[in-house]
Structures are given as structure tokens and as C-alpha cells.
């Protein structure tokens, strides 16, 4: 295959309406996915759930409109495609169908959006515990939902959002453990009047919420969970911060405390990441454009930091402008007079973030769990172990991996890299943003010999 | 442990899950077809032979590894199900030739 204009990593609102607008400037361009249609998580399987509609409500409709004109734009569309390896100039290495293959590029886009932030607890591993973002990826897939009465514990618009659409399915809520810190919102009040004149998302969030405390019963100020159960949960025990403790019976316990951007690919490229203390993660420092420190190298959507799909809709329009300015098929003046307005449509959609992110900063517990929990869940390593190492000299999250090998499971760090940080850097009383994060390379994903093998003929140039 | 909302319509299929049939629906997830089963776990880790079941999802997480076809450590969150194919709990690691 010739060398791209643009390859675009990941189908989802960021990716999708890139792509649209490098056809709209002519260019060449290919997306891959690792998902078997495009939407990312936020419109997962939008093509196929049309009778789930009514439950999921028009936010998540939008998309099919989205992917319908994605498909028809003349993207060269990758589904089902997992990036492993990501060199300048830019070689991408690319497993599908078994087979890995190269793809060349002058530009990329990393779409890569979010994940949910790993909450590690005594139990989490068990089957019957999964995060809410799981729950409502089954929902939009499957159409399906939790076969009892569920428990839903955490903090964010997500879970709100999930509970509502349960209850209009007619699924049910045992109860709802609410882990905001109390009196948060305080922090958040001084970011309101901003958030108020920019969105209606709020009232939106309001109603959620009451509607669920007609629905469920809902506990405040939860600070600790436990999943206990011999094969799957049975039961779940629970702490409030006035230190009344619970124990209840459960078959399915849903948790989440936020998003944080997914930031592999770019960090495997050494891409400048900066430690992002309203959001508690990191994210690759990009210009107004999306351009990261390596040239050429756009990341857009919430891999960028977390701000929501309409946001990553603009923010990949503008890399896109960005790339055809610099490949040749627009001018700087028409890029400047075309991004006037979706800058000023993204500042509307950014305005309501530092109330979210101050209202729903995540508990202090979420980042130091209890010695016994299993911290990296592939390589089954406890926060225990990792704490003993982690004031003996000063290692840092690299000498631990190397010492545990938390981080080297296939997720490669996805779910314990963050909380390997915060581990080490409370023992050694340092900030994350000085801690830093695993050093990620190349593979990306786990890549068989046989995949490899298929790359012996080198792509012709 | 989850339930689907409707019954499955024409175009419904069957999946085989260590050797009991599964019914699926095309474009679901085998992991999401795991889920409704009376064993909804996918795997046993390699360190410790505990179960382990979806649960991320969205390809972040590899404890919805399972065999599929043959394939051992398959994702099953991104891999659509089809008519007649063959899933199997993976017990610990994955062996060289599968």
C-alpha cells in the first residue's frame, strides 16, 4: 500500500469526524479500530441497537447519523485492528484477522479516547463485578442488563446516566453507593456560573439523579468497598465516612470513578505528557491544533484529556484542518477562518468540565487501596507488594514493574499503571506528576509469532 | 447474571461454549453471551487459577481472554459471535500452537 496521507487510530467521535473532514479536504485517509463497528464507546454498536433507542436516549442516537456518513465518506475503514507498534514517520503496525501488517503515513491522529479509571478494592477481580461503562457497552450490544437487582457504586455522570437507562429497561437498582466526597461540592460552586451559561447538561444530570432516588435507595459518602464471594460475588461490604459499615448480598456490583485518557500509543512515541491535577492523570501536552510534541502526530478526543464526545467531534475536525495545511491542500488563512467556529463550539463544551471535574474528583481511597487488594490484575500483584518495594531506595513505577511485574500482563499497565504511581509516590511523599508512569513500549497489544511472521514481505512503498 | 432485554428474533444463532449450546445474536459480543450463561466466567489466570470474567469490556482489561476456534487469549469483548463457533473457558496460560 502507498504511503496515506492520514491515519487516523480509533472509529470513534474523534476518529470519525477526523476522517470526514480529511475526505471533505481530499485526502487520503485510513482509520482503524480494535472495535468490529465504528462508534468507540460512547456509540457502541449505534448501527444495530435502534430498537434500544427509547433507553438510551438521543445523545447516544446522534451517532448512527455519525457512523452512517463515516461509512459512506470513502474512508478506508480498518475495523477489528489493533495497533502494536507506532514508529515516526510514521510506520504503524497493525494486527487484523490474525496478521500484522504496516501501514505508512505522513500523518496520524491518535483517536484513542478514554478508559475507565481502574478502581482497585479487595474483590475486584471477581466475576460479577464490572465497571458500569461494561454494563452500558452491554446494553448498547447486546441489549441486555444485569439479571437482579444490581449495585451500582461510584461517582460521575456515568453512573447516574447508566442507573436511568436500567430503570427504563426495566432492570433494577439495589442500591446505589454514592462515593463523591461530601462537601465537594463546595470546590465545584466557584466553576458553576461558567458551566450554567454554557450547557444544558446539567439539568440533565439533575434529573437523573432524581429520578434514581425515587428509584433505589441511595447511600451517600461511601469511602470503602469489598467484593467478597468464592467464584463470583456474593457479597459486598461497604463504609461510609461516618464509619457505619454494611455488609449485603450481591450478584453484580458495578463500579466507576471516572475516565482518564487512553495515552498508550502516544507515550510508546515519548510524546510530552503533562500531569493533569483537576483530572488525576496524565495527558499528552498538544497545541491548539492537537499536534503533540512529535511532529506531525495529532492527538484528539479525550486521549487529549477528557472533555466529552461533542468535544472530541471538534477537536478532531481541527487536527484534520491542521494535517491539510500542512500537507498541502488548504492554507493557513482558510485553516485559521474554518476553525473560528469550532473553537468557539468547543469552548461551549469545555466550559462545563472544571465543575464536573471538581464536583466528581475521584475519593482519596481510589488511589491507596488496602494491602491485600490485587493492584495489577494480570500479573496478580497487591497493593502490599508493591508498597513494601516502593520505600526500599526510590524506585520508580519502571523498577517495580521490573521487580513485581505488575504492568507486564497483556493489559501492559492499563489497569495498575496509575495506581502503581500513587502507590510509590505516597511512600516516598512525591507528587504523581513528579512519579511519572510506566515507560510504555512497543508491543502495544499482545502480538503472536505468527502475526509476526506475516509481515516478511515489507510493505511496498 | 445479565439478561437479554428481548427475545432474540429470526437470525438468532447458536454458539458452543465448552460444549453447551449458547443461543446468540449476530452482532453481539461473545463476551456478552458469556455473561448470561450459569457459568459467566471466561477464564482461570495463570498465577493463581482464579475465575476471571469480562470485565471491562472495551479491550482494556484481557480477563474476557478466551479460546475461540482454536485460538487461545482471544479478547472476547471484540470479537462478534457467528453461527457455529466454538468458545472454551481458558484455563491458565495460553500454550504455543494455539
Known amino acids: 500500500m502507498s504511503r496515506l496521507d492520514l491515519l487516523i487510530v480509533g472509529a470513534g467521535p474523534a476518529g470519525m469526524a477526523a476522517a470526514l473532514a480529511a475526505r471533505r479536504h481530499g485526502l487520503e485517509v485510513m482509520v482503524i479500530d480494535d472495535q468490529p463497528t465504528p462508534g468507540g464507546q460512547i ?21 448512527r447519523a455519525v457512523a452512517e456518513a463515516f461509512r459512506a465518506s470513502g474512508v478506508i475503514y480498518q475495523p477489528g485492528a489493533q495497533l502494536w507498534q507506532l514508529e515516526p514517520g510514521f510506520r504503524a503496525f497493525v494486527s487484523r484477522n ?5 501501514i505508512e503515513a505522513k500523518a496520524v491522529i491518535l483517536a484513542t479516547g478514554a478508559q475507565e479509571r481502574p478502581v482497585p478494592f479487595p474483590g475486584w477481580t471477581l466475576p460479577g ?24 457504586a461510584g461517582s460521575g455522570p456515568l453512573p447516574l446516566l447508566y442507573a436511568v437507562q436500567l430503570l427504563r429497561a426495566g432492570g433494577q437498582v439495589a442500591g446505589y453507593l454514592d462515593t463523591t466526597p461530601a462537601g465537594q461540592w463546595r470546590a465545584a460552586l466557584r466553576h458553576l456560573p461558567r458551566a450554567l451559561c454554557a450547557s444544558g447538561d446539567l439539568a440533565k444530570g439533575l434529573s437523573w439523579a432524581a429520578m434514581l432516588r425515587r428509584k433505589a435507595p441511595v447511600i451517600r459518602g461511601v469511602i470503602e468497598i469489598e467484593a467478597l464471594g468464592d467464584g463470583r460475588i456474593e457479597t459486598l461490604r461497604y463504609r461510609t465516612a461516618d464509619r457505619a459499615t454494611a455488609t449485603v448480598e450481591a450478584n453484580t456490583l458495578l463500579v466507576h470513578e471516572g475516565v482518564v485518557p487512553n495515552i498508550h500509543a502516544a507515550l510508546s512515541l515519548d510524546c510530552t505528557v503533562a500531569w493533569d491535577p483537576a483530572q488525576d492523570c496524565y495527558a499528552p501536552i498538544v497545541d491548539r491544533w492537537g499536534e503533540s510534541s512529535q511532529v506531525d502526530l495529532f492527538v484528539a478526543g479525550d486521549g487529549a484529556g477528557i472533555a466529552g464526545a461533542k468535544a472530541a467531534q471538534l477537536r478532531g475536525e481541527l487536527a484534520t484542518l491542521r494535517v491539510a495545511v500542512k500537507l498541502g491542500s488548504t492554507s493557513e488563512d482558510a485553516a485559521a477562518v474554518a476553525a473560528r467556529p469550532i473553537r468557539r463550539k468547543l469552548d461551549r463544551e469545555l466550559a462545563v468540565r472544571p465543575f464536573l471535574d471538581a464536583l466528581f474528583r475521584p475519593r482519596p481511597q481510589v488511589f491507596a487501596p488496602a494491602d ?22 526510590r524506585p520508580g513505577p519502571n523498577q517495580i514493574k521490573a521487580a513485581t511485574r505488575a504492568g507486564m500482563g497483556p493489559c501492559q499497565g492499563r489497569q495498575c499503571g496509575y495506581t502503581v504511581t500513587r502507590i510509590v509516590g505516597a511512600a516516598q511523599n512525591r507528587p504523581p506528576a513528579e512519579v511519572g508512569f510506566f515507560h510504555i513500549r512497543p508491543p502495544l497489544k499482545p502480538v503472536t509469532l505468527g502475526e509476526l511472521a506475516a509481515l516478511h514481505q515489507p510493505a511496498a512503498p | 447474571m445479565f439478561r437479554k432485554l428481548h427475545e432474540p428474533e429470526a437470525g438468532a444463532l447458536t454458539i458452543d461454549i ?12 461473545v463476551a456478552a453471551v458469556l455473561l448470561r450463561q450459569a457459568e459467566p466466567w471466561s477464564r482461570l489466570t495463570p498465577v493463581s487459577q482464579s475465575k476471571r470474567a469480562p470485565y471491562c469490556m472495551m479491550g482494556v482489561c484481557f480477563d474476557c481472554l478466551a479460546d475461540v476456534d482454536g485460538i487461545a487469549s482471544v479478547q472476547t469483548c471484540l470479537r462478534p459471535v457467528c453461527d457455529g463457533m466454538r468458545v472454551a473457558r481458558q484455563i491458565g496460560k495460553r500454550t504455543i500452537g494455539s
Do not use: F, H
Open chain 1, 98 to 102: 490474525r496478521q500484522a501488517q504496516v
Open chain 1, 372 to 393: 491485600k487488594t490485587i493492584v495489577c490484575r494480570c500479573e496478580e500483584i497487591t497493593a502490599g507488594e508493591i508498597r513494601a518495594l516502593a520505600s526500599v531506595g
Open chain 1, 129 to 152: 463485578v464490572l465497571t458500569v461503562g461494561a454494563a452500558q457497552i452491554l446494553l448498547k450490544n447486546a441489549g441486555q442488563i444485569p439479571a437482579g437487582p444490581v449495585w451500582i
Open chain 1, 43 to 63: 456509540w457502541r454498536s449505534v448501527e444495530q441497537a435502534a430498537r434500544r433507542d427509547d433507553i438510551l436516549g438521543p445523545s447516544y442516537v446522534e451517532g
Open chain 2, 18 to 29: 465448552d460444549g453447551v449450546p449458547a443461543m446468540a445474536e449476530p452482532g453481539e459480543s
